[in-house]
Every structure is written in C-alpha cells, then in structure tokens.
C-alpha cells in the first residue's frame, strides 16, 4: 500500500490520530472533550500546531469529520488509503488486526459488556470514520491480541467452568505496546527476541508481560484493565472479598464500586496527592511516598513472579510515560533485584540512555520509548 494511513484511537470524550506515511508520522493530534466545549489539535512531526476550523465537535461522528475536514488540506493531494483503530478487546477470537467487515463489527458490539467503559466508543469511532470515509478499508488493532494464546493456566480464573467457556478469561492488555516492544527488541537483539523478557509497560494504565520467544506467556492484567499493578487511578490487584465487602457492608451499587476502582484508586486513591508520577515524586506528604512505596513493591512481586512463569529472565525492559522518564523508578524497580542477576548501571539510568544496566549485568535493563500508533499503521499496511 502507497497511500497515507489514518490511525485512530477514540475515547469516552477524546479522540487521538495520527497521519502515517510508512512508518513516519506526518500528523497528529486530538479532539479533547468531545461535545459542546470540544477541542481540535492538529500537529506536524515538528510539532508545529497548525490552525484549524471545527465548527462542531458534539459528537464522535462530527468529530472524524472535523479531523478529516482539517487534514486533507494538508496533504498535499495525497488520500487517505486505510483507517487503523485501537480497539481494547478483540475477545477470544482475535490474535491479530482485523479488517473491519460487518460481521466482524457485530462481534466487537458482544464484547461490549467485557469492556463497558471502553468498547463503545472505539466502535463509535468506528462507526463514524465509516460515514466519513465510505469504501476506504477499516482495520482493528486489538489490545487483547497480543495475549490471545497464554496457556491454560494464565488464560483463566479458578470459578466454575462455565464462567470461563463463556469468556471470563484473563485478556491481558496493552498489546500494541508490547507488540511495538517486542519488534524493537527483534532489531536490536536478535538474541534477546528469542529470550525470556519481561517488559514493564508503567504509565498512567500500567502492566507486566512476560515474553518467551517474543509471545505473550502471562500478563498482570486480567479479564479488565484493572487487574494488576496499581495505576494512576485504577487499583490495580484486590481481593473479591473487597468488592463484596463494600457492595454488602457499604450498600454501594456496582456504579459506585466501578467508579471507586477506576477512577479513585491507585496513585491517586492511595496518596490523597495526585495521579501523576511527576508530582508524586515531588511531594513531601506522607501519602505520596507510600503510594510510591506500593506501586514499587508490586512491580517487584510481579517481576518475580514472571521470572518464575519464564524459568528465569534474560532482559527487563522499561515503557510508558513513567517507565521511559523516571530515573527513580527505575532505580527503585531493580535496587534489591540484584539476587536475579540485575544490576543499574547508575550513571546510565540517569541519563535516560536505552541500555541502562551494567556492563557485566545478567540481565539486560533497556528503556524504549513505546509506539501503538506505528504498529497500528503497520498493521493497516499489512491487510489493507
Ligand atoms: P503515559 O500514560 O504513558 O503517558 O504516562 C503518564 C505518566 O508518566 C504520569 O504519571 C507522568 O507523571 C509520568 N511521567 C512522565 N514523565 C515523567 C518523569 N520525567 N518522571 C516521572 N514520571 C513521569
């Protein structure tokens, strides 16, 4: 495919895109608080803002028409040839992206009730860049794809039976970073692809992969994207009996305990400060460092329980807003992990450089700067 690709990633009141051409990004940019107060950004690859018309963003459909009004302009005659969109959850049927047929969509909407919070509206967006681009071929990346072949025993829960036949399983999520993950791996280290690595994807939404041979063996999250490390406001790992404590005891309704876990918890909900690592790491109130105590404690349980799935480890790897950027972290993450053959190198850590354990390090400690957007254009070139 010669043609410019529109990669999309539409929220409950935002949508992301980006404009490739191959693997370089031409545009990008969002619509924020989609509805009367909406907002439309478009940027360059220098990040040159340019001005745009957007008379309505009331709704997901007006807004891809905006995005499309505002874009074309700039492209110099090119069309756009495909769209690639980020769907969270491709069920138990999708390992890989999926042109988006009218059957294929009709089981996306089944998944609905899997990923409540986030299944509506990637097919709202895609509805939408339907009516607006016609016969352009549609493609869906899916989040859970990555996962989709985890053995028995990391695929599901101990409930009964039924339960896991009819789909509660343990998905996994942040698949389109792993995947981004896993081919950077592949070209810089040939040997490491083949390896056993675990890959900490912390950003706002955080998880753990471990990868054996650059496939999914487990993930830390499970049937939703709250299962887990704790993140900026979701909880991360609780106990059921926490939820039936609250929806018993607490008379709360399952709208409340949903709210309570995705957007009160983690970060937030623990340190009573923020959600973002930046701030954390600045304050000085008791709450922020025990937030900060907690979400290291969890990485490094989970980091040992993944080298244990892997039968040891060959590499750990650093993503996300918080994984590439926070020094601290880093140090913290692998300061005692020494016993399974990791070792920072201290200077290299703090100058963000991508290798960053030292020399004579078992385990190789990498950062690498995640990229979905570019596996979802990869993908849309591969079947569109
Ligand atoms: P993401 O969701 O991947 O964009 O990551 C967002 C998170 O990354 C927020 O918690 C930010 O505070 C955090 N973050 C970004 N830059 C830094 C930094 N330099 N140090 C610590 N945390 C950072």
Not at 173 to 191: C, M, N, R, V, W
Request: aromatic share 8%; net charge negative.
């Amino acid at each position: 495919m010669t043609g410019l690709i529109l990669t999309l990633n539409a929220g409950s009141s935002s949508i992301k895109f980006s404009v490739y051409d191959g693997d370089a990004r031409l545009f990008r940019g969002q619509v924020e608080r989609i509805g009367p107060n909406g907002r439309l950004t478009v940027k360059d690859d220098q990040d040159f803002e340019h001005p745009v018309t957007a008379p309505d963003l009331s709704d997901h459909g007006s807004a891809v028409q905006a995005i499309l009004t505002n874009i074309l302009p700039l492209l110099d005659g090119r069309k756009i040839s495909a769209v690639g969109h980020r769907v969270v959850h491709g069920g138990m049927r999708f390992d890989a992206p999926a042109v988006l047929a009218d059957e294929t969509i009709a089981y996306l909407e089944t998944l609905t009730p899997f990923a409540p919070l986030h299944q509506p509206h990637n097919l709202a967006g895609i509805y939408a860049a339907r009516a607006a681009f016609g016969d352009v071929p549609q493609i869906a990346c899916f989040d859970t794809a990555f996962h989709r072949h985890h053995p028995f025993v990391n695929d599901t829960f101990a409930i009964p039976r039924e339960y896991y036949d009819q789909g509660v399983r343990r998905y996994g999520f942040h698949g389109l970073s792993y995947d981004y993950i896993t081919s950077e791996i592949a070209k810089q280290s040939p040997t490491l692809a083949q390896g056993r690595v675990v890959i900490a994807h912390l950003g706002n939404g955080a998880s753990m992969c471990a990868v054996r041979g650059g496939r999914s063996i487990a993930s830390t999250m499970g049937f939703s994207a709250l299962d887990g490390l704790p993140m900026g406001t979701r909880c991360g790992q609780i106990d059921a009996g926490v939820v039936l404590y609250l929806m018993q005891q607490e008379n709360m309704t399952a709208d409340q305990i949903s709210d309570m876990l995705y957007k009160n918890s983690g970060l937030l909900g623990m340190s009573g400060v923020s959600n973002d690592m930046r701030t954390l790491e600045r304050s000085d109130q008791i709450g922020a460092k025990q937030a900060i105590d907690y979400f290291i404690f969890r990485i490094q349980r989970e980091l040992g329980a993944m080298a244990a799935v892997l039968n040891g480890i060959d590499a750990l790897i650093f993503c996300g807003g918080i994984g590439e950027n926070s020094t601290l972290i880093r140090e913290r993450v692998c300061s005692g992990m020494e016993w399974m053959g990791i070792e920072l190198d201290h200077t290299r850590n703090a100058e963000n450089t991508p290798r960053i354990s030292a020399e004579l390090s078992r385990v190789t400690v990498m950062t690498i700067p995640t990229n979905e957007e570019v596996v979802i254009a990869r993908a849309v070139r591969n079947l569109a």
